[in-house]
């Protein structure tokens, strides 16, 4: 029965890497639960990132997952990010149904130097693009928000208002966990993210102000729309989610959304699992370089050999001369 909505009792895999739907009919809105253990962990830990770094990345990848798992076909959802902070550039890459990579790029002296080290803050002033692809038959679909001085969730918020014009509310969390081992103490990553859409099935129910004009004549009054109560009544309830609520091991997305709405009749869909997955191979890595000017692929051959390291899980490629067209 997955995909049809069923009830569901409190999930005892409670920290697995896994997107969950839901749906609260009594206020008109859908919405997802992301929780993410040993995948954003490895992602992470693969490349050794600084904490803040990490928890930036974190706050990403949950993101990513929450509005790529909305995709209904066969396709990958890219949400990237390129600023002038600290943190210059997020990737998080999600393929459909369940597959989802991502990294940074960081200036390592201005992140061990910065007092802020908010991710809002780390990110600075640039934009977050998010696109849709659905294949090479198909056009690519992007949307893009400014970034300035706004978190990830923030930004998600202005994206929803101004491109999908969908009342939506994101919450994200990242946390740093330790356990003890025979080893010692361990240190992993969890992060986790809640999404809540009102999607009545009246659109007139989806009227809302306009946008700042900006350039308006002084005086002009603002345009107003008063809110739909029921989703006045589904934010505030979400609102109250604790950030420690959404990457709890211990806590499934069952009884998390039980707390929030069960006033209301909240009903759940089948769990998606998450996995840590990257696309690249030898044979792409090849197909890659081959595509480089000839003198572009002599001049990248070191001691009789090209290596090329992935950007997403650090994986390291040798590839001979001779395997991409030139003299061995």
């Known amino acids: 029965m997955s995909g049809d909505v069923r009830e569901r009792l409190p999930d005892d895999n409670a920290g697995q890497d896994r997107i969950t739907p839901f749906q609260v009919e009594?206020?008109?809105?859908?919405?997802?639960?992301?929780?993410l253990g040993p995948a954003v962990d490895a992602m992470i830990a693969g490349h050794g990132y600084p904490e803040p770094v990490s928890r930036v990345?974190?706050?990403?990848?949950?993101?990513?997952a929450l509005l790529g798992a909305s995709l209904k076909f066969e396709g990958r959802f890219i949400l990237q990010t390129q600023t002038d902070g600290?943190?210059?550039?997020?990737v998080v890459d999600f393929e459909s149904p369940n597959k989802v990579r991502a990294c940074a790029r960081f200036d390592a002296a201005a992140v061990?130097?910065?007092?802020?080290?908010?991710?809002?803050?780390?990110?600075?002033?640039?934009?977050?693009?998010?696109?849709?692809?659905?294949?090479?038959d198909m056009a690519r679909y992007q949307g893009v928000v400014e970034l300035s001085g706004q978190g990830l969730e923030a930004a998600a918020?202005?994206?929803?208002?101004?491109?999908?014009?969908?009342?939506?509310?994101v919450r994200l969390a990242v946390a740093e966990e330790m356990s003890a081992t025979g080893q010692g103490t361990r240190r992993s990553w969890r992060a986790g993210g809640l999404l809540v859409q009102f999607m009545p099935k009246d659109p007139a129910r989806l009227a809302r102000a306009d946008l700042d004009p900006g350039d308006a004549p002084e005086g002009t009054a603002p345009h107003e729309v008063a809110e739909d109560d029921a989703w006045v009544e589904a934010r505030t309830l979400a609102a109250t989610v604790e950030d420690h609520e959404l990457v709890d091991p211990g806590?499934?997305?069952?009884?998390?959304?039980?707390?929030?709405f069960n006033e209301r009749g909240v009903r759940v869909f089948e769990p998606q699992p998450v996995t840590n997955f990257c696309r690249c191979s030898q044979e792409a890595i090849r197909d890659m370089l081959s595509r480089f000017p000839l003198d572009d692929r002599a001049h990248m051959v070191?001691?009789?050999?090209?290596?090329?390291?992935?950007?997403?899980?650090?994986?390291?490629?040798?590839?001979?001369?001779?395997?991409?067209?030139?003299?061995?």
């Open 86 to 90: 600290p943190v210059r550039m997020l």
């Open 302 to 328: 070191e001691d009789g050999r090209i290596t090329v390291t992935c950007e997403f899980c650090s994986t390291r490629y040798v590839v001979l001369p001779e395997d991409i067209g030139l003299p061995g």
């Open 57 to 64: 990345l974190g706050e990403a990848v949950a993101l990513g």
């Open 112 to 136: 061990a130097a910065a007092e802020d080290v908010r991710p809002a803050a780390l990110l600075g002033r640039g934009h977050l693009a998010m696109t849709i692809d659905q294949g090479s």
């Open 251 to 260: 806590l499934s997305s069952e009884r998390l959304l039980w707390r929030l």
């Open 157 to 169: 918020h202005q994206y929803f208002a101004q491109s999908e014009q969908i009342p939506t509310f």
């Open 26 to 35: 009594g206020l008109d809105v859908r919405g997802r639960i992301v929780t």
